[in-house]
């Protein structure tokens, strides 16, 4: 039996048939829903950082979501930091802000172990 039979080509979270059920990183299926993150600056990633609790605490977003664009964030900066030397010669501060934005994907992290919207709450990042 050949072995070429048996692999079949895997996509990765893609849906062909149904495109509405894919997950892409760069295609904002609901718009409405958008929180904007601006990542170009230190002073940019701490304004988005204290946007992202004031959200969360005001009860705006759930946990989840905030997770989410936090590692977002960290996932462009981090590919930033990686391509820094062929793709973005022109970057500043990028190991700066990868850190920066590393440092609060792992706080929340932390809130993610405790349960209760109480326990996160009170839970504080510092910049």
Do not use: C
Not at 4 to 31: A, G, W
Not at 92 to 110: A, E, I, M, P
């Amino acid at each position: 039996m050949n072995k070429k039979n048996k692999t079949q080509k895997r996509e990765f979270l893609y849906n062909p048939n149904n495109p509405k059920k894919s997950f892409d990183v760069y295609i904002d299926k609901n718009p409405s829903d958008t929180i904007n993150i601006k990542y170009k600056t230190v002073e940019d990633i701490k304004n988005t950082i204290r946007k992202l609790e004031r959200l969360y605490k005001s009860k705006k977003y759930p946990h989840k979501r905030i997770w989410q664009v936090g590692m977002i964030m960290k996932v462009r900066l981090e590919a930033m930091k990686k391509h820094k030397k062929d793709k973005f010669p022109n970057a500043k501060n990028v190991t700066k802000r990868y850190n920066l934005s590393k440092k609060y994907f792992k706080f929340l992290g932390k809130r993610t172990k405790k349960k209760t919207f109480k326990e996160r709450k009170s839970m504080k990042f510092k910049l």
